[in-house]
């Protein structure tokens, strides 16, 4: 028949004898048999015990106790072989139960949270082991309270200290961490690429909606510009007609507006060569004493008393009417 291994009780001092009167420290009970039965539990300090009828069974410790648990071997859900620890930190509740209820409460629980670890490995893969050791923690806690409720103790927290695996798969682990990173080296600098090219779009857009609101605003000042000119020469053009019309009604103020007409006549016609290379020729342009008369003739017909004003409207058509006689046209 096997025995487990030897371990030290870490939560349990030397038993003591019984010399009647016993002084118990704190934090420790001692359980008492009397005649090979339990009897009772005593309590820190002061206590009596009879002597040869009782004895001084078992001395548990109800401080916090951490126990190391080895290294050992499990296996993930994808087949991975790992090499895991741990260190289990739990407390004596029942000195009853821990006495009576298992023979050897540390070499119990130290087997029960490495088959707890083991379990719990075999349902997670190797990825999720490295991002879920606190869930891990936490699940193999409850398994242990379930199975240590029967002994007395519970099972305050387990942390797993350190995790090997092969060297091949920390290899590979290694190359998806480096290609990880290349990935996202290469995310970042086309999203950055793509934020510049959309920044320079947005830049063109901008300056072309500017560049256009510029030109409009230039277009409707201009045409404003223009259209103040235009209103401009008209009324100026409306306070010459309303001053030449008062010079009109006044006295010889007909002839003076005769003179003007034929004078503007005799410059037109001396500039008909000036402004282009078609020129309008009257047929006797040596006689300038005809030309001299036929001005004169434009003067008196419009110095005429029919209506100074209406001769005034009716002379541009007048002038048209008699224009130099039978001209030709000749191109240099």
Same mark, same amino acid.
């Not at 008492?32 to 820190?44: D, K």
């Given at each position: 028949m096997s025995h487990p291994p030897e371990h030290p009780q870490r939560w349990a001092s030397s038993l003591p004898m019984n010399t009647v009167v016993l002084?118990?420290?704190?934090?420790?009970?001692?359980?008492?048999? @009397?005649?090979? @039965?339990?009897?009772?539990? #005593?309590?820190?300090?002061?206590?009596?015990l009879i002597p040869i009828l009782d004895r001084i069974r078992y001395v548990q410790s109800l401080k916090e106790i951490v126990i190391d648990v080895p290294e050992q071997s499990a296996v993930s859900l994808d087949n991975v072989t790992l090499q895991i620890d741990g260190v289990l930190y739990l407390r004596i509740l029942d000195p009853l139960k821990a006495s009576y209820g298992v023979e050897d409460p540390e070499y119990a629980v130290t087997q029960l949270a490495q088959t707890t670890m083991r379990s719990e490995l075999g349902k997670l893969t190797l990825d999720k082991v490295f991002r879920e050791r606190e869930s891990l923690n936490h699940n193999i806690v409850n398994s242990i309270n379930q199975a240590a409720e029967d002994w007395g103790i519970k099972c305050l927290r387990y942390e797993i200290k350190d995790i090997h695996v092969p060297p091949r798969v920390k290899e590979s682990m290694q190359m998806q961490v480096e290609a990880e990173r290349r990935k996202r080296a290469t995310v970042l600098e086309s999203e950055g690429q793509r934020e510049a090219a959309i920044n320079v779009a947005e830049g063109c857009k901008q300056s072309q909606i500017l560049a256009s609101e510029g030109e409009k605003a230039e277009q409707i000042n201009q045409a404003a510009g223009e259209a103040q000119a235009i209103l401009a020469k008209a009324e100026a053009k409306s @306070? /010459?007609? =309303?001053?030449?019309?008062?010079? #009109?009604?006044?006295?010889?103020?007909?002839? /003076?507006?005769?003179?003007?007409?034929?004078?503007?006549?005799?410059? /037109?016609?001396?500039?008909?060569? =000036?402004?282009?290379?078609?020129?309008?020729?009257?047929?006797?342009?040596?006689?300038?004493?005809?030309?001299?008369t036929q001005a004169m003739s434009i003067y008196s017909t419009l110095a005429k008393p029919s209506g100074r004003l209406e001769a005034l409207s009716s002379g541009t058509s007048e002038k048209q009417s008699e224009a130099p006689p039978s001209p030709s046209l000749s191109s240099q």
């Open positions: 002084f118990v420290p704190q934090q420790e009970a001692w359980v008492v048999e @009397r005649m090979g @039965r339990f009897h009772r539990i #005593l309590e820190p300090g002061l206590n009596f @306070r /010459a007609i =309303k001053l030449l019309s008062e010079a #009109l009604a006044e006295q010889n103020g007909g002839a /003076a507006a005769s003179l003007s007409v034929a004078e503007q006549y005799v410059a /037109a016609f001396s500039n008909l060569a =000036k402004e282009s290379n078609t020129l309008l020729l009257p047929a006797n342009t040596s006689d300038i004493t005809g030309m001299v």
